[in-house]
């Protein structure tokens, strides 16, 4: 059964896969993710526009992000990560909720690690950050 009102952020993940099983994991020990939509638009103003600027729209996209603490003992490790990123190896991702429930959506495509940052403060834990960018279609299905 699907959930109703308002989810809580900690049930929602970003998965991966960069081994190219076609099964993505969850990015381990992650504190933030999201997955951002886009539509380019391009500008038609022109003199008949009374100094009003006018667009259409053009083509779709997405990008995902996800923070995390650093950790080598996950599949999804930055090393992992990194090698993706340098092989400019297109992956699959997902942003679904950690145990799936039936009826909810879960959002899958395409992607490209375009960054990946480590952070070492002191006296801290160590953490990183990826950027995604979507190639192709986002396909948003339910959960069976």
Not at 42 to 61: I, Q, V
Request: with cysteine; charged share 15%; glycine share 6%.
């Amino acid at each position: 059964m699907a959930t109703t009102g308002i989810f809580n952020g900690t049930s929602l993940v970003l998965k991966v896969d960069t081994s190219g099983s076609g099964s993505p994991s969850l990015l381990g020990a992650s504190t933030s993710c999201s997955v951002n939509f886009t539509l380019d638009t391009f500008e038609t103003t022109n003199k008949d526009s009374a100094h009003k600027k006018s667009y259409l729209p053009a083509a779709t996209g997405f990008t995902m992000d996800c923070e995390a603490f650093y950790t080598t003992d996950e599949a999804n490790a930055p090393d992992n990560l990194m090698t993706a990123l340098n092989n400019r190896t297109l992956i699959d991702v997902e942003f679904n909720e950690a145990t799936p429930n039936s009826g909810d959506f879960k959002y899958t495509g395409k992607a490209y690690i375009t960054s990946c940052s480590l952070n070492a403060p002191n006296e801290d834990a160590a953490t990183y950050s990826i950027s995604l960018q979507g190639s192709g279609a986002l396909t948003i299905t339910e959960n069976p």
